[in-house]
């Protein structure tokens, strides 16, 4: 009995670590982040390309997030070994944001624990429903953020080559999550569902592109 709360307890101080770490804790990548050589960007330019990458970031913060709730619910080992593993990608794409956002002279978003905080409830609550519904919710959100990253590789400046070269690579990447999802069983998610999720991400798109 004793070592059952003691593991209990031991998990949710994991937990608590990993969010103080996301959301404190200059992250570190485990790949290197895309090396293209890039002159200085004309005022206006550096701003947009600041607000882009900002608004990247804080899709990062709560990428993380978001496997996490869905680890903590997940009932077979090898659907909670797949969050944890594009999670790790995931640490990679916050730390490359991050890096380009100091490089740019920018900040992060002021609302990044509020993302946090709300993608873990969400991850949570997919994860309950089932691990089909939550590797569904994978397949859908990863789809969105490659329809996002698209449109701001569209926006970003010809010229900022490096935010490109990342962003390029992060898309990838999201891809290769979502089609991983949908071979393991995600399940397509009902229409009501798919447009609150595009909701959310437009309200946290807006407020992190300003705050």
């Known amino acids: 009995m004793n070592t059952r709360r003691l593991g209990v307890q031991d998990r949710v101080i994991g937990e608590i670590d990993r969010i103080i770490k996301t959301l404190t804790i200059k992250p570190r990548a485990s790949r290197g982040m895309p090396k293209i050589p890039q002159d200085a960007l004309p005022e206006a330019e550096r701003a947009e390309s600041v607000r882009l990458m900002r608004v990247n970031h804080a899709g990062e913060v709560a990428a993380q997030a978001l496997y996490q709730g869905q680890a ?4 077979d080992p090898k659907v909670k070994s797949a969050m944890h593993e594009a999670a790790a990608e995931e640490i990679d794409h916050l730390a490359w944001c991050e890096q380009r956002l100091q490089e740019l002279k920018g900040r992060p978003s002021l609302l990044n624990p509020l993302w946090y905080f ?8 997919a994860g309950a429903l089932g691990d089909r519904a939550s590797l569904g919710f994978i397949a859908e959100t990863e789809k969105q953020v490659e329809s996002h990253l698209r449109d701001h590789l569209e926006r970003l400046s010809p010229k ?14 999201e891809m290769k999550h979502g089609a991983k ?16 999720m595009r909701a959310t991400s437009r309200l946290m798109t807006h407020g992190s592109y300003w705050i």
């Open 118 to 125: 709300g993608s873990l409830m969400l991850g949570a609550l």
């Open 181 to 196: 999802a949908a071979s393991m069983g995600g399940k397509a998610l009902p229409f009501p569902i798919t447009w609150a």
């Open 72 to 75: 903590l619910a997940a009932r």
């Open 160 to 173: 900022d080559l490096r935010s490109r070269a990342i962003l390029t690579q992060m898309t990838h990447d």
